[in-house]
């Protein structure tokens, strides 16, 4: 049994059909060799990789979920007919047709039956190409591990045969599961919140010594106010997806003429979108655009399919005109977020190694996604005020092919999540020599996303005369 987090905990309940809390990853190969059995040889690598890969093989306890802290359990009993689904992309099985399959496949929730994982073969690509689709649940990890498991998954290594079988875990009794939380409630918990305070503590003597000061005026900058924008709304259960790819090399290089990172550089190719988009339907705000984005705390070497992240605000300055003017604000905005993030990173690994706080027969709205379910419920989407405008995801992924079946993919196109008050995500993955671009959005903000994910490589090119 491993219970989880309260960060973990949270994905599933604030959990809706409107908005499902599961991410996904499309991994696109050439034709394969005729004769290949694709799906055999797709259950045949799940399944020899599945005594490596815990997040295959634990299920949630459903008596944990409505009694006490949800927790894993251990059930290698795999139902191969859920797990591993096969579709076929509608004639000429080009970009348009693969993202709107994509979209039916991405809708649903994952079933709590099972292990929160399903993993597509897409069938009927142009040329006779076919693709992965990989979808996992954010509770059980973040973009991280996410991407830790898909290198594992598509390394092209085999893995040594497991030393023990996997056994079956038993559900648990409820008062054993009461009596599990009412312990983390009243004992870890105030423990691990002692031990926070002190680690604050520390970090705020050692910045005092070395003369850094962390001048809590900055909040007002750190926590800017979002202004309304169409991407600010209550979601349906409808999606739209677009997906696009630039060149790592060029991405950086412009970057670099900034004196900027890579992460400055894409956060000034969406400020450019973006602008472009609301410009051309004369909705452009004048102030900034809030990001969400997620960062990650994970250790180095730490490879825990959970959630480690803690959450970022910078700002995409979409009000000015002059592009060389966007890189240095979001450079200032991203530091001092940076800062500030490092400054309280012991609440957030506080978040990633707390228990859940939910005690029986009490709703605690002890997450941001709580808060939307509840929103949601009371039929108040629309009328929240925005918190952020969109969600950015930048995730650093593999320099070496991902191998399936002997052949590398071409790509591994990211497919993130939208919640109620922000209906666009734009998530970033970088594959070998290239960046890829996976958009999301609710068609009642945005109804075509792949716009967006258009003008993310037009803007690329007009930054680059900017630059040149």
């Known amino acids: ?42 259950r045949e690598l799940l399944a020899n990789k599945l005594a490596h890969l815990p997040v295959l093989h634990r299920r949630l306890d459903p008596l944990s979920l409505k009694l006490a802290n949800p927790v894993w359990i251990n059930d290698p009993d795999i139902n ?52 992965l689709y990989v979808k996992l649940h954010h509770a059980a990890s973040d973009g991280g591990a996410a991407n830790i498991l898909i290198e594992t998954l598509f390394s092209g290594v085999a893995d040594p045969a ?43 003597t050692a910045n005092a010594n070395s003369g850094a000061t962390l001048d809590t005026s900055q909040l ?108 240095p604000a979001i450079r200032k905005s991203v530091s001092a977020a940076k800062k500030w993030q490092e400054a309280t990173r012991p609440i957030a690994r506080l978040q990633v190694e707390m228990p859940s706080l939910r005690m029986p027969l009490f709703n605690n709205l002890g997450s941001m996604m709580e808060a939307f379910k509840m929103a949601e419920d009371l039929r108040m989407t629309d009328r929240m005020p925005p918190f952020v405008n969109v969600w950015i995801s930048n995730v650093p992924g593999s320099r070496t092919p991902l191998m399936f079946a002997g052949m590398p993919a071409r790509t591994n196109i990211p497919v993130g999540l939208v919640m109620h008050g922000a209906a666009l995500n734009i998530t970033i993955f970088s594959y070998l020599d290239r960046i890829e671009f996976g958009v999301l959005s609710c068609p009642n903000a945005v109804p075509d996303a792949q716009e967006i994910a258009d003008l993310l490589v037009a803007q690329l090119g007009a930054l680059q005369e900017v630059a040149a």
Not at 82 to 111: C, I, K, S, W
Not at 178 to 196: C, D, F, G, I, Q
């Open 162 to 204: 497991p030393q023990t079988p996997l056994l079956k875990e038993q559900e648990r009794q409820p008062m054993e599961l009461l009596w599990s939380t009412a312990m983390n409630y009243y004992v870890e918990t105030p423990r691990k919140m002692a031990s926070v305070m002190k680690q604050m503590l520390q970090a705020t």
């Open 220 to 327: 007002k900058d750190l926590m800017p106010k979002a202004p309304k924008t169409p991407f600010n709304t209550g979601l349906t259960a409808e999606r739209s997806y677009g997906m696009s790819t630039v060149p790592l090399a060029e991405v950086k290089a412009l970057g670099k003429a900034h004196g900027g990172t890579v992460n400055d550089a894409v956060l000034a190719i969406c400020t450019g979108a973006l602008r472009s988009y609301l410009e051309k339907r004369k909705q452009l705000p004048a102030q900034p655009l809030v990001v969400g984005m997620p960062v990650s705390v994970r250790g180095e070497g730490d490879a825990t399919a959970n959630n480690q992240i803690s959450m970022m605000l910078p700002i995409l300055p979409v009000q000015e005109a002059d592009p060389s003017k966007w890189m």
């Open 1 to 42: 049994m491993q219970q989880l987090s309260n960060i973990d905990a949270s994905w599933l309940h604030g959990e809706t059909e409107k908005t499902p809390f599961h991410v996904g990853n499309a991994l696109m190969f050439e034709k394969p060799k005729a004769g290949l059995d694709l799906q055999a040889a797709l």
């Open 80 to 131: 191969w007919n859920y797990h591993v689904q096969r579709a076929t992309v509608a004639a000429p099985g080009g970009r348009d047709q693969f993202n709107e399959l994509l979209v039916q496949l991405h809708r649903p929730m994952l079933d709590r039956n099972h292990p929160l994982w399903q993993v597509w073969l897409i069938e009927g690509l142009k040329g006779g190409a076919f693709a």
